[in-house]
Antibody, heavy 122, light 107 residues
Framework: QVRLQESGPGLVEPSETLSLTCTVS????????WSWIRQSPGKGLEWIGH???????DYNPSLESRVSISVDTSKNQFSLNLKFADAADTAVYYC?????????????????WGQGALVTVS | DIQMTQSPSSLSASVGDRVTISCRAS??????LNWYQQRPGQAPRLLIY???TLYAGVPPRFSGSGSGTDFTLTISSLRPEDFAVYYC?????????FGRGTTIEIK
């Protein structure tokens, strides 16, 4: 059973970088794509981006200029950095595994999720 | 971006009721549509992918249908643990977006 656990500061000052780490257990981080998704009352569920350990990544165009996701295979972890945080980035941040191929067809759905981490920008 | 519109935004139902939730895409997405359930205080949970394929371990009272722009999630007989928020998500292209959710409340 794959398990994911977010960790990082719960409070970030405006204009600083929001950083979170997701630790994966029960499976190898080299097997799939890994994603960050956030949820706020105002915007609902918002996909931030995902990355494969080989370096291939996709990001939400609305956040792409401020976001980077990195993968650390030695620790079985992946991380999110969101630069120039402001109050609109206050949300619960989830890490998740992405399935990107089914029966030879590209797709994207999230089958394993972390419990979520509330980050407040203030 | 492809916009996903869910209806209704909320509904009241009783245990044992048959419930249907709709999701409409702003353009055709074939069957690249997934459904999630979110209970209070929990992360979303995958129910259905590719519009109609039940994810492993999900009870068969859940079913999905549709193609193109119009999709439906049906719960054949509501159980107490099904009172939650349900989200659709398209996977037609990499700019992934979710619907705003449908809350099923206890009548």
């Amino acid at each position: 059973q794959v398990r994911l656990q977010e960790s990082g500061p719960g409070l970030v000052e405006p204009s600083e970088t929001l950083s979170l780490t997701c630790t994966v257990s029960g499976g190898s981080i080299t097997s799939d794509y890994w994603s960050w998704i956030r949820q706020s009352p105002g915007k609902g569920l918002e996909w931030i981006g995902h990355k494969h350990y080989t370096g291939k990544a996709d990001y939400n165009p609305s956040l792409e200029s401020r976001v980077s996701i990195s993968v650390d295979t030695s620790k079985n972890q992946f991380s999110l950095n969101l630069k120039f945080a402001d109050a609109a980035d206050t949300a619960v941040y989830y890490c998740a595994r992405v399935v990107t191929m089914i029966r030879g067809i590209h797709t994207y759905y999230f089958d394993y999720w972390g419990q979520g981490a509330l980050v407040t920008v203030s | 971006d492809i916009q996903m519109t869910q209806s209704p935004s909320s509904l009241s139902a009783s245990v044992g009721d048959r419930v249907t939730i709709s999701c409409r895409a702003s353009q055709s997405i074939s069957d690249y549509l997934n459904w999630y359930q979110q209970r209070p205080g929990q992360a979303p949970r995958l129910l259905i992918y590719a519009a109609s394929t039940l994810y492993a371990g999900v009870p068969p009272r859940f079913s999905g249908s549709g193609s193109g722009t119009d999709f439906t999630l049906t719960i054949s007989s509501l159980r107490p643990e099904d009172f939650a928020v349900y989200y659709c998500q398209h996977s037609y292209n990499v700019a992934l977006t979710f619907g705003r959710g449908t809350t099923i409340e206890i009548k």
